[in-house]
């Protein structure tokens, strides 16, 4: 009995944390075919940064195709491994992630001028979404 409650206290945490999924480095990244980029591909007029967003690797959402918006432009359709750059005038603009099901996640992203900032769609073990920043 005690054997039977040891392997699960190891196994049960183990399976738990492979569900979660895991950052795409930028170097490891596929860029979103050109048929999925709807928009934010020419630098707008005036001052602008930019802005990355990949989707990380793993079995949560895995199956699922998520939809990048700015300011509610839809700007690209992410599968896992992915990452597409963005052009945004500088200043405040609202990003959002989501997929069928209605999950959303909004994040106001701010740019100076010749800005970058990097954002990643992750899964975690409850198969919740998230929008976040990040140094990957």
């Given at each position: 009995?005690?054997?039977i409650i040891v392997t699960?206290?190891?196994?049960?945490?183990?399976?738990l944390s492979a569900c979660a999924t895991s950052p795409t480095p930028a170097s490891e990244a596929k860029a979103v075919p050109?048929?999925?980029?709807?928009?934010?591909q020419t630098q707008p007029g005036g001052e602008s940064g930019?802005?990355?967003v990949s989707?990380?690797?793993g079995f949560f959402g895995g199956g699922i195709s998520i939809t990048i918006a700015v300011n509610g432009t839809k700007a690209a359709i992410l599968k896992t491994g992915e990452s597409v750059t963005l052009y945004l005038p500088a200043g405040e603009?609202?990003?959002?992630?989501?997929?069928?099901?209605?999950?959303l996640k909004e994040r106001e992203v701010t740019?100076?001028?010749?800005?970058?900032k990097r954002y990643r769609v992750s899964f975690d073990g409850a198969?919740?979404?998230?929008?976040?920043?990040?140094n990957f």
């Open positions: 009995m005690k054997g699960i206290a190891l196994v049960v945490p183990l399976l050109t048929e999925r980029v709807l928009a934010f930019t802005l990355i989707r990380d690797t603009s609202i990003v959002s992630a989501s997929y069928w099901t209605g999950d740019l100076r001028p010749g800005q970058t198969n919740s979404m998230d929008l976040s920043p990040t």
